[in-house]
């Protein structure tokens, strides 16, 4: 049975008197408040059933009973909201899984940054080319990318193309989980025209191979687990367009408590966990499970805090830390953070991002990032678990499906290969032969 506990007895709309920062300057309010409005009476996209589900799953994880893998875009757009892009991505993150749950023999919660990663947080508010300023690019659900006065204007119509694009793929999510396509004997399909004529390609197929040899041997035992004809996947995305979030939080009918309607788990980013902001406000209340992204300059005090404030009556899977500190500091700054929150005994799960802490600006002017370094934040997470005898728990990762030439090395895409497929709408992105060459790298760390 289910625990459920009181939060704070506060409503849900108490972080609209909090600084809210990272916030779209929306032009016209009143459309703004015209489109919440119909967004609060809309259904919501994810239920609270889904979400203490998936709490479950993460109290596991936190457990050091499974590993998280999260990943998908760094910001969806409505144009990428097709059936092709989504099974792309969702093919490559089920890949990722089996070589993670076969390959290191542990349960993988699968979870994407999909179906609501419309909004990204930016350094500076403007963007200027020559002698033009605009407001920058905050994502679909904001503006567009286009550099040009009228895209770049922050338009609240926007918000409702993200719950609609936000339902459709999550529409298709669940028919591709549950609908057969994602049986694990369709392991071996996955690959097929993808990557089987790359080394991480090669090592999946033989890899699938000893699974169908398995499932044979289970078969002619008479053992045919249910659980190998579909996936459980769950979504979730940056909770940073506050307007958003509160129009679509909604009261469990069995319980009166409060769920953020939009995705199963919401996280709160490096830029907005102002522990007296609107953001932390929010989340304090939703009872969805929560993450809290912590850079290199996150302290073990302010840990402790989010800790205390998101998750006061210290339940797992309530709370999951995701640390994103860069190669060059993952060692030196992670263990004091997960030796003071062991200590004081709070059940959290600790993921790894290595994205974001190694952004760099290539000559050409593209935002990339190196395959090592990715790779030596995760082999440095793990290294700092291992010493403090604490579970890793899992693996948050910006990733596409396609062939993209965004991040260098890993699958021999150097510098100059920059220019040829760059698609992101923001950071750049693993493709889907670095992805499964990192799932490979990262389960021999599991079984180490």
């Not at 998908?72 to 989504?86: R, Y």
Request: glycine share 8%; with cysteine.
């Amino acid at each position: 049975m289910t625990t459920h506990h009181t939060p704070p007895p506060t409503t849900p709309d108490a972080w609209r008197g909090r600084p809210a920062a990272q916030q779209p300057h929306w032009p016209d309010q009143e459309l703004l408040r015209e489109v919440t409005d119909g967004l609060s009476r809309a259904p919501a996209l994810v239920f609270p059933e889904e979400c203490d589900r998936l709490r479950a799953r993460m109290a596991a994880v936190a457990r050091g009973e499974a590993f998280l893998l999260q990943g998908g875009d760094c910001a969806e757009t409505f144009a990428a909201v097709t059936a092709d892009a989504i099974n792309r991505k969702l093919r490559t993150l089920l890949q990722m899984a089996v070589v993670l749950t076969y390959g290191a023999a542990v349960p993988v919660v699968k979870v994407g940054r999909i179906a609501g990663q419309y909004a990204k947080p930016r350094s500076r508010p403007t963007e200027t080319q020559g002698d033009i300023t605009l407001p920058a690019y905050r994502g679909d659900a904001v503006n567009g990318l286009a550099f040009t006065a009228a895209d770049r204007r922050p338009d609240p119509r926007r918000l409702r193309r993200m719950y609609e694009a936000s339902a459709a793929t999550l529409n298709l999510v669940r028919a591709f989980a549950t609908g057969g396509y994602a049986d694990l004997h369709q392991a071996h399909t996955w690959n097929r025209g993808f990557v089987s004529d790359s080394p991480a390609g090669r090592r999946y197929e033989e890899l699938t191979d000893a699974i169908e040899r398995s499932l044979r041997f289970m078969a002619a035992c008479g053992v045919a687990p249910r659980e190998l004809r579909a996936v459980e996947f769950f979504a979730g995305h940056e909770g940073l367009l506050l307007d958003y979030e509160a129009a679509l939080t909604r009261t469990d009918p069995r319980t009166g408590l409060p769920y953020a309607g939009s995705g199963h788990l919401l996280w709160i980013g490096e830029r907005t966990r102002d522990l007296d902001g609107a953001h932390i406000a929010y989340f304090s209340r939703i009872r969805n499970p929560i993450a809290v992204k912590l850079g290199p300059n996150a302290t073990a005090d302010q840990a402790l805090a989010y800790s205390e404030k998101l998750n006061p009556t210290a339940e797992p899977g309530r709370l999951t830390f995701v640390v994103r500190m860069g190669a060059a500091a993952v060692r030196d700054r992670l263990p004091t953070l997960v030796e003071k929150v062991t200590a004081q005994a709070a059940p959290v799960a600790w993921v790894c991002d290595p994205m974001h802490g190694n952004t760099f600006e290539a000559p050409s002017g593209h935002k990339t990032r190196r395959f090592d370094d990715i790779l030596s934040e995760v082999e440095g997470f793990f290294a700092v678990h291992r010493a403090l005898g604490t579970h890793a728990g899992g693996l948050h990762v910006e990733l596409t499906g396609d062939d993209v030439t965004e991040c260098i090395g890993g699958d021999e895409v150097l510098v100059a290969d920059l220019p040829r497929r760059y698609e992101t709408a923001c950071d750049p992105r693993l493709n889907h032969r670095q992805s499964l060459e990192l799932a490979f790298l990262v389960a021999q760390m599991l079984r180490d």
